[in-house]
């Protein structure tokens, strides 16, 4: 075993680093302040590959691997939690189940597009009734002749309204299981412009401000009978693996919002100056600083342990990562909430105004306890596997 | 078209300088970058091939660990990498260092060669020149901006009072500025292909028509008596007036005298 990153990862980090302090980071408040989404940083993002890390070179991607897209959306969402979630929904929670599911296809119709960042992804499964309880899809797809129709809709949906490409949770049928009748559900692939597709309210939201959220509605909206992605009926195996990826993604985004926090805070504890001399010299703010630095460097291994373990399952189709990407996203997403919360306070009432970022930062974190599964949700899949 | 453009791995002054006892730049403890002109240079030589299909290669003259510098320019576009490394050509001034590198460019094609205009460790603008007057090459300075016409260049020179448009026949050699472009960033996927990519390493035997008097230490005219890391301009001028108005009249006064208005 060996904990020093290879030259590759270094240099990885490296690139992500400079573009997030020279690209990202002078946005970050004014983003968040407007609700506004930044386009022109997912267009600079595209050029630089950064939409296509872990896809394959001969589908358009940067033929990396699931380590170097964690690291790039921490190093993105160390200085803004918007950005890293962009990246992280889009790679995720569209690219990734098209490239583990789709036909050769749809492979070649939408990956070179997504991967390259021509085109933004989305994914939608909540739903006013149906957020952990997964089963409870309201949202029907029926096939008529050559062709699925949908009704339904879809909400707190990420990259809602900009993105071009999502994959859309429906059920098409009821299966018996031990005796008892469930929705069958499959997934689906939506372009955006499909008649019957449309927008709701884009959310109003506590945090990460510049991620655009929306409701997806869909009213006799006909999509091509191949626009199935995966086979019939087996959709919630789908939304689950992927929701397995995006979770490591999220963890990632966790991760970089606390790191984020952190060294803002130790950069101002040593500025700071109350009793004659600087609050980085009391005890509390080095004890507090230890305790949030070995946090911060635990979830840090959990998180690359989580990506090492998908590119494992990508070489031999095998290995689980479920468990590893709930382990990374429960405690990342708890220790982000913790530093900065703790970040706030030890920046005092400063913390509490939105010229610093520790501010933005403490709101920003409180979304990755709960999307992408729940952290309670977390402790039934690590519990389950520990407990079948 | 074949572009090689010559770069240096130094220091990072952003977070200051470190000498050792000796005077001499502590390399060990400072993050090293690649030097700005030079990737402005290697920017304008990735637009050339970008537009022309030109295809460029890198060269850097150091110690073995100079080769993370050719893998940046790699990740970034470049072709290919040759680094030129061998304990005797250690301690080499700017002549020693042109003489060396004009010996290894002649083992190589080019039709243009980019080097930057200075490096920010030594500030000399020497080199690039230098290995010009080596191979027989007509110069061209300061570039600010690089067009490509036949089998011509024509560059925008900067100047303190304006810019000259010269032209001149390939193969020949421009320095470059920083200001020239925006160099771009690496990319992942570019990484891992720089990572595996061959550098090629040429030591001193691969160096054609150079002679051993001109490599090295023992080949550098230059000896350094001293090395201070950079001085600061005046102290200027600290003014306290009445009244915006006043504040403003002053200023504008100070514009005037210097011609900026």
Redesign the interface.
């Known amino acids: 075993m060996n904990f020093a990153l290879d030259k590759k990862y270094e240099m990885a980090q490296n690139l992500f680093r400079e573009f997030a302090q020279n690209e990202v980071k002078p946005l970050a408040q004014e983003i968040d302040e407007n609700h506004r989404f930044p386009r022109e940083t997912v267009e600079k993002m595209a050029k630089y590959g950064f939409l296509g890390i872990p896809v394959a070179k001969e589908d358009g991607g940067q033929g990396c691997d699931p380590l170097t897209y964690v690291m790039c959306v921490e190093e993105l969402s160390k200085v803004c939690g918007t950005t890293g979630v962009i990246v992280s929904a889009h790679t995720s929670l569209c690219v990734d189940p098209i490239q583990t599911y789709g036909t050769p296809e749809q492979k070649a119709k939408y990956l070179p597009d997504l991967a390259s960042g021509r085109k933004l992804g989305a994914f939608g499964l909540t739903e006013p009734g149906a957020g952990t309880d997964a089963q409870g899809q309201q949202t029907k797809a029926v096939l008529d002749g050559d062709e699925w129709v949908l009704n339904g809709s879809k909400c707190f949906i990420t990259n809602g309204k900009e993105a071009d490409v999502y994959i859309v949770i429906a059920v098409t049928g009821t299966v018996e299981k031990r005796g008892r009748k469930m929705k069958e559900i499959s997934a689906f692939i939506v372009d955006k412009g499909t008649p019957g597709f449309t927008f709701g309210t884009k959310e109003n939201k506590m945090g990460i401000c510049g991620s655009s959220t929306y409701e997806l509605i869909f009213t006799d909206c006909r999509i091509p009978k191949d626009a199935l992605l995966g086979q019939k009926g087996k959709g919630f195996g789908i939304a689950m693996h992927t929701l397995d990826g995006g979770r490591i993604g999220i963890a990632a985004q966790a991760l970089g919002i606390a790191e984020g926090a952190l060294e803002t805070t130790i950069a101002y504890v040593k500025e700071r100056k109350q009793f004659g001399r600087s609050i980085a010299q009391f005890q509390n703010t080095q004890f507090v600083l230890a305790d949030l630095a070995t946090k911060v460097e635990a979830a840090k291994l959990l998180v690359y342990k989580a990506a090492m373990t998908k590119a494992q399952y990508q070489a031999d189709h095998k290995t689980s990562y479920s468990v590893e990407a709930a382990m990374a996203k429960l405690y990342a997403a708890e220790v982000a909430m913790e530093v900065t919360t703790k970040c706030v306070q030890l920046h005092g009432g400063y913390g509490y105004i939105k010229e610093y970022d520790v501010e933005r930062m403490m709101r920003d974190a409180k979304i990755t306890e709960i999307y992408e599964g729940t952290s309670e949700v977390q402790r039934m899949v690590i519990s389950a596997n520990l407990l079948k | 078209m074949k572009v090689i453009v010559c770069i240096k791995q130094v220091p990072d002054t952003k977070g200051g300088v470190q000498f050792n006892p000796d005077g001499t730049l502590n390399r060990a403890a400072m993050l090293t970058i690649m030097n700005p002109d030079d990737k402005a240079g290697l920017e304008a030589a990735l637009r050339l091939k970008d537009q022309y299909g030109a295809e460029v290669t890198v060269v850097t003259m150091g110690l073995p660990k100079a080769a993370d510098v050719l893998?940046?320019a790699i990740?970034m576009g470049a072709d290919k990498g040759v680094l030129i490394t061998d304990r005797v050509l250690g301690g080499a001034d700017t002549w020693a260092t042109s003489t060396t590198i004009a010996g290894a460019l002649r083992k190589l094609d080019y039709d243009l060669i980019i080097t930057g205009r200075q490096a920010i460790d030594g500030d000399t603008a020497q080199v690039g020149p230098q290995i010009a007057e080596h191979l027989g090459l007509p110069v061209i300075s300061y570039a600010q901006e690089i067009k490509v016409d036949g089998d011509s260049v024509i560059v925008k020179r900067q100047y303190d009072d304006g810019y000259h448009m010269l032209k001149a026949k390939m193969p020949c050699l421009i320095t470059a500025l920083s200001e020239l472009n925006e160099p771009?960033?690496?990319?992942?996927?570019g990484?891992?292909d720089?990572?595996n990519a061959e550098i090629t390493t040429f030591g001193r035997a691969d160096l054609v028509d150079v002679d051993d008097s001109n490599i090295g230490l023992k080949g550098s005219p230059t000896k350094i008596a001293k090395a201070s890391d950079k001085v600061r301009k005046g102290a200027g001028e600290k003014v306290v007036p009445d009244s915006p108005d006043e504040a403003v009249s002053y200023i504008v006064g100070k514009l005037k005298d210097k011609h900026i208005i």
């Open positions: 893998q940046e990740a771009r960033y690496m990319t992942p996927g990484i891992f720089a990572v």
